[in-house]
């Protein structure tokens, strides 16, 4: 069965620190992969996402980056936080063929 | 852009009731939509996966329908209980299983 790991599951880092986050997607091949940030009585934000191995679409010009170095590996970065990036983020893969979506736990970052 | 906006934002009901959720989309260009359930502080789980052909979808004591011409879909659960207390939230996808949410609607089945 498919499983998605997402780690850390909370973070607190000062502003103009460096971040990643890391996610994986056991058990499937070639999956579609999504970042999304939740905010505070926000809906959810899709980031990033990604069809395959080095292919990274952006939907909101931010402070992130996304990088997908191996097919079921997704990492989210910044260079430098600001404290707007602070909420609760969420990995998730689908299959490619407009399939059913399954997240991850989720990352709660807090900047300071 | 797809704006998806549902109805109630909160909802209280005592254990037992039968309650719709409501999910309205302003494209209807979609390929599919999702209903899921967060619990405080958790991930999203998958509910039911509406396709854009099909007009409901059916799992255990939750229905849901679909009225794409319409941007509409409603989420049916019968015989609430404490455990179905959580934030649903409904997400129309389109290309490259995008997936568009809104703030949902947060459910408390009261004991």
């Known amino acids: 069965s498919q499983t998605i790991h997402q780690w850390p599951a909370t973070l607190v880092q000062p502003v103009g620190s460096p971040l990643s986050l890391e996610c994986t997607v056991e058990?499937?091949?070639?999956?579609?992969l999504y970042w999304y940030r939740q905010a505070a009585g926000r809906g959810l934000q899709l980031l990033f996402y990604?069809?395959?191995?080095?292919?990274i679409s952006s939907e909101v010009p931010q402070n992130l980056s996304a990088s997908r170095p191996q097919d079921r590996q997704f990492i989210l970065s910044s260079k430098k936080l600001l404290l707007s990036d602070s909420g609760f983020y969420l990995c998730?893969?689908?299959?490619?063929?407009?399939?059913?979506?399954?997240f991850g736990q989720g990352t709660r970052l807090t900047v300071v | 852009k797809q704006e998806v906006t549902q109805i109630p934002a909160a909802l209280s009901v005592p254990e037992g009731e039968n309650l719709v959720l409501n999910c309205s989309f302003t494209d209807s260009a979609i390929y599919n939509l999702q209903w899921f359930r967060q619990d405080p502080g958790k991930g999203l789980t998958s509910l039911l996966l509406?396709?854009?052909?099909?007009r409901e979808q059916t799992s255990g004591r939750l229905n849901a329908s679909l009225d794409k011409s319409s941007g509409r879909s409603t989420l049916y659960i019968a015989a609430s209980q404490p455990g179905d207390s959580a934030t649903y939230l409904c997400?129309?996808?389109?290309?490259?299983?995008?997936?568009?949410f809104g703030t949902g609607t947060r459910l408390t089945v009261i004991p």
């Open positions: 997400a129309p996808g389109t290309g490259a299983n995008n997936l568009f």
């Open positions: 990604s069809v395959g191995i080095g292919q």
């Open positions: 998730a893969w689908a299959g490619q063929l407009n399939t059913e979506a399954f």
């Open positions: 058990g499937t091949s070639n999956p579609n």
């Open positions: 509406i396709q854009s052909s099909q």
